[in-house]
């Protein structure tokens, strides 16, 4: 079989197998890079090459590209920038996180992309960063000195968490790994129970 019919076959098993592997974010369904890795491995085997090169790193951002080739042809590049103070995950992972990032815009490149290149994970990242109200709640939720406080922090967010919950899954599910960690301080702290 030619590289193109297996490109081509590996394609339509991505379309065909995206119910309940897309995350809605405002309304448009995005891929997540491990389903594109997955379908690409699954039909592919050894006949795909993912390799990754690490472009530039400093204290401030990160720089990848992946390559994709098939039975050693290249099909596709991608690139990704991480900042590493956009979010708690970056702080600590920006590397890894952008090497994801540039895979899965490869593997979109190769044509495993329901028509959006971007993947759930980096829309998400990208919302997160321009969203500073999750960043204002926490650091408001960081400063309750009393369980008075704490509810009446709880009422306050209500909606914007309910919004971020359906607007953005994987950044409210970021935010409450987050609002957990912060929950345990104060109650380590004896602020609430």
């Not at 600590?92 to 044509?111: D, K, N, P, Q, Y």
């Not at 408001?140 to 009446?152: M, P, R």
Request: net charge positive.
């Amino acid at each position: 079989m030619s590289d193109k019919n297996i490109l081509i076959d590996t394609i339509n098993d991505f379309k065909n197998t995206m119910d309940g592997q897309t995350v809605s974010i405002h309304g448009k369904e995005y891929s997540t890079v491990a389903h594109r890795v997955a379908i690409a491995r699954r039909n592919l085997g050894s006949n795909i090459s993912i390799c990754t090169r690490l472009i530039d790193k400093d204290e401030k951002s990160v720089t990848f590209k992946a390559s994709i080739f098939i039975n050693g042809k290249l099909i596709a590049t991608g690139y990704a920038e991480e900042q590493r103070q956009a979010s708690r995950i970056n702080q600590t992972s920006a590397l890894e996180v952008c090497e994801t990032s540039a895979i899965g815009r490869a593997l979109a490149f190769c044509g495993l992309t329901n028509d959006n290149i971007a993947s759930a994970e980096e829309v998400s990242a990208a919302i997160m960063q321009q969203d500073k109200k999750a960043e204002q709640a926490l650091t408001t939720l960081k400063s309750i000195s009393h369980a008075g406080s704490y509810q009446s922090w709880i009422s306050d967010h209500k909606t914007f968490l309910s919004e971020m919950k359906k607007k953005n899954p994987i950044g409210y599910q970021n935010f409450m790994q987050a609002f957990t960690e912060v929950k345990t301080q104060l109650k380590n702290k004896g602020v609430i129970q």
